[in-house]
């Protein structure tokens, strides 16, 4: 009895946990939280699928990229796909952070075409880019977040720490760079990238980060 | 033995509740049955977020209200934001029904930025707008079908039964009215209200209800 | 001890079957995936909800129609609605594939409004319609796949595996015909229909299939 009562218990807090967006971490990344893709390397653009000829926004922002801050819902195609083997994105945060941890994610095994175009070694670095003048000392210097290669046997989410290095540091802004890929010789799909971490406290920062 | 299937029947049960909708209850004022927002108090035009500058529909109510006629699938800011801590929206439901309860949502503690938006102390009423000959000797008539507390600390989707007072009276229409929220000075949030109940047997209806 | 692991196991997988796409298996049906629908029997426009009222897309297939090839998400009203209780709809597929199962699904029980438009007896074939030259010898060869009925009482989801008759023939296109409905005299909806199998091996398809 007191077994059942567990089972029910785990069965609750996963389902919470998946409900919340899979993880139940808060994403600064997210595209309906104000995120959004600034500049990216050159995209895929497939002859098949007419929805790859949408045309561009901003600055040479194709509307696709929203996709990779947007969660994915165990749908293939809901990627944004970039030319080649190696590229990247970058991402203007929702607002300014201390990162945590970056979260990458890709199309479930059980259910993906095919999975070769999964970016494989990555890194992601940040930087505040300002805006904010009691910030902006800091403008301009570029912290290394994290190194990671994505690995197609373990889950499709897959979380890294941020490295201690890059300390407590402020960033708003972070790119994504790929530099290879799971073998797919014409493109690379990123379903999501998710960037953890939380919200400078305005009165501890002060003294300290001057 | 027993016992795994008994694990394995608890998780299939509450995996299905899940994915129908989170509750497993059918949903009146949902807008892909029908349901629509036809008023509402002064929404909440943040500077951020290009998303917020789209224009109103008709009888000038903002296409975003509908997000609070939609699911939320735990994404953060998949909701209808109001001006203040007081204001109102009036629901058009897909069709007349009796009504037994109503569910508010927020988005879940775990990936929220902020939840000082969401709504505190909350009233439904409902009655029968009509347009239907056969129940319009009740147009008119307003029912006060729930007064409750948004609690932060409970489950996201809450659920309140329809007062005893309200009988079982036919509404095809409810009203939603927050008096506070908690803590935000700028807006309120509601990510999703729902209106449970059942349709009236035209049969038995006749003669009890002139 | 060894119990937990095992409860909390299988929760796991459960809940990683439902975040990919419900059941764990590749759709070539998946409009996200390339599929569309190139032709359907009469659609029901609907008085009520003026999402009814897009107008068609190319060859006169309405809008609406892609909603058959997309996740319903437990959502009452994503479904493609046609006139009458009988009917049918082709669709063509991401690629060309060795069918093995197809799933047809309907909103759950416990979310639905009304579920007499639910398709009964139904019937899918297939077929190759080319424009690849090395398969065309095989086009126009239409193969029987699967004849089935839908029961409300099951879970909403059901596979029917494709007949043995049909052995490893190589299709890229399929036709859904229903001859009867759970009783609407109006109109029938299809929620989602899936087409799971796998794509042909070059190499051993050659020498196998002439
Ligand atoms: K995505
Ligand atoms: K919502
Ligand atoms: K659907």
Same mark, same amino acid.
């Given at each position: ?30 595209? $309906? =939280? ?9 995209? /895929?653009? #497939? !002859? &098949? ?75 992601? $670095? =940040? ?9 902006? /000392?800091? #403008? !301009? &210097? ?69």
């Amino acid at each position: 009895n007191d077994i059942r009562a567990y089972a029910r218990d785990v069965v609750l807090k996963e389902i919470e946990k998946h409900a919340a967006d899979g993880l139940g971490r808060v994403d600064y990344a997210l595209a $309906s =939280g104000g995120a959004v893709v600034v500049k990216h390397s050159e995209p /895929y653009l #497939a !002859g &098949k699928g007419s929805n790859w000829f949408v045309m561009s926004g901003r600055n040479g922002v194709r509307n696709e990229a929203e996709k990779m801050l947007k969660p994915s819902f165990g749908e293939p195609g809901q990627c944004f796909a970039l030319k080649g083997s190696s590229g990247f994105v970058e991402i203007r945060l929702r607002t300014a952070i201390i990162p945590e941890a970056i979260t990458l994610e890709h199309v479930a095994k059980s259910v993906a075409f095919d999975r070769s175009s999964a970016p494989k070694n990555c890194r992601v $670095s =940040g930087w505040l880019e300002g805006q904010n003048i009691e910030w902006s /000392y800091d #403008a !301009g &210097k570029m912290f290394l977040l994290a190194e990671f290669s994505y690995d197609l046997e373990k889950s499709n989410a897959q979380t890294f720490n941020v490295l201690d290095s890059a300390g407590s540091s402020i960033i708003d802004t972070v790119r994504f760079d790929f530099t290879s890929n799971h073998e797919s010789p014409s493109h690379t799909c990123i379903y999501r990238l998710r960037v953890h971490g939380h919200e400078p406290d305005s009165v501890s920062m002060m003294p300290v980060q001057s």
